[in-house]
């Protein structure tokens, strides 16, 4: 944990913008500054464009970064049988392969990161390089060392473990984009991405009935969690399922998936 002189700058990289909160103290400590930038595209210029903007520069020196990133920038994959893999470097190859087999060789342009999740699966991630060394050089630029970077998806995960009871449809969703999975037994299953435009209820609903069809796994009468951040508390009444919202915070649990 950084000391309590040491501020903490919270950045969420979405679809559309870049958010950023700085924080002292201890714990969870006090917010003591924030801003916003309008991010034009998902290339590395953009981001660069982006942060040199939202980040602070020259007002503190030394604090550390932790980044959440839009699941729009980053592709996901789920490697099951993880159980059998030894070490990190069986596992970063893993994941290199299961993203392979679904984008080919654009995997070979990106930073590939791995996490379990459960007793026998494990989460690839994958994000462009270029952006990824961009948001590096942007808070070196800026005096700031990049602590952790992570997938809104993980983030919202991570956040809604203690609510995930029993098989589960989780979906965390945010403007423009939304990650679904059946949880069950402890292991995820059938992970899928979405846009999210115009009705996000409606469009969240069509996607979770989408893949209990084309997956087969989970019925109409499996619950849905839903994590969500930028989209406020959505109307679910016309829902035909039990489904309960989780509005989520703007700072992102201090946890590395991607660095």
Same mark, same amino acid.
């Given at each position: 944990?950084?000391? %309590? %002189?040491?501020?903490?700058?919270? $950045?969420?990289? &979405? $679809?559309?913008?870049v958010r950023v909160q700085r924080r002292r103290g201890w714990g969870r400590g006090r917010v003591v500054g924030h801003s916003t930038a309008p991010l034009a595209g998902s290339d590395a210029d953009a981001l660069t464009a982006a942060l040199a903007q939202a980040l602070p520069s020259g007002q503190v020196q030394g604090g550390d970064v932790h980044a959440t990133v839009s699941s729009a920038h980053v592709r996901l994959s789920l490697v099951p049988g993880a159980a059998a893999l030894r070490g990190a470097q069986e596992h970063q190859a893993a994941a290199a392969h299961a993203l392979a087999r679904i984008h080919g060789d654009a995997v070979q342009g990106w930073d590939v990161a791995a996490c379990t999740v459960g007793a026998d699966t494990l989460l690839a991630a994958g994000m462009d390089a270029a952006a990824a060394s961009a948001l590096r050089a942007a808070c070196g630029?800026?005096? %700031?060392? *990049?602590a952790s970077v992570q997938p809104f998806f993980v983030r919202a995960f991570n956040d809604s473990l203690k609510q995930l009871n029993g098989a589960t449809w989780f979906v965390a969703a945010e403007p &423009? %984009?939304?990650?679904?999975?059946? $949880? =069950?037994?402890?292991? +995820?299953?059938? *992970?899928?991405? =979405?846009?999210?435009? &115009?009705?996000?209820?409606?469009? +969240? *609903?069509?996607? +979770?009935?989408?893949? =209990?069809?084309l997956d087969g796994v989970g019925d109409s009468d499996t619950p849905v969690l839903l994590a969500s951040t930028g989209l406020g508390t959505l109307d679910l009444s016309a829902w035909p399922r039990r489904v309960t919202q989780r509005v989520l915070d703007a700072e992102p649990a201090l946890t590395s998936v991607l660095s």
């Open positions: 944990m950084s000391p %309590w %002189w040491r501020e903490r700058v919270l $950045v969420h990289i &979405g $679809v559309t913008e630029a800026s005096s %700031w060392r *990049l &423009g %984009w939304a990650v679904s999975c059946l $949880v =069950q037994g402890g292991e +995820l299953r059938a *992970l899928r991405s =979405q846009r999210v435009t &115009g009705n996000a209820a409606e469009d +969240l *609903l069509r996607g +979770l009935e989408r893949s =209990q069809v």
